[in-house]
Nanobody, 120 residues
Framework: QVQLQESGPGLVKPSQTLALTCTVS??????????WTWIRQPPGKGLDWIGY???????YYSPLVQSPTSISRDTSKNQFTLQLNSVTPEDTAVYYC????????????WGQGTQVTVSS
């Protein structure tokens, strides 16, 4: 059973950098063919796909996310990390890490989500 757990600050000031880490257990982030994904849900809105890092370390970022974004990984810790730079209040959301199963085109495992508020 794969489990994902987000960790990071709950409150970030505008213009600062937000960094969230997802720790994965029960499966390796280097296993073919999965995308390790970040998704967020702003208050009162639907889910937004932020981006992913795949099993080989390649990354993809949604052009809809305004803040400069990077996703990296630490294979020795089986973790992947989201970094949003120069955040604004529009980045306030519940952030989820998840696993996307490429073969079945489905997100099959989710973290519980973590609330991030951008406010001075």
């Amino acid at each position: 059973q794969v489990q994902l757990q987000e960790s990071g600050p709950g409150l970030v000031k505008p213009s600062q950098t937000l960094a969230l880490t997802c720790t994965v257990s029960g499966g390796s982030i280097t296993t073919n063919f999965y995308y390790w994904t970040w998704i967020r849900q702003p208050p009162g809105k639907g889910l937004d796909w932020i981006g992913y890092i795949d099993y080989s370390g390649s990354t993809y970022y949604s052009p809809l996310v305004q803040s400069p974004t990077s996703i990296s990984r630490d294979t020795s810790k089986n973790q992947f990390t989201l970094q949003l730079n120069s955040v604004t209040p529009e980045d306030t959301a519940v952030y989820y890490c998840a696993r996307y199963d490429v073969a079945n085109s489905v997100v099959d495992y989710w973290g519980q989500g973590t609330q991030v508020t951008v406010s001075s």
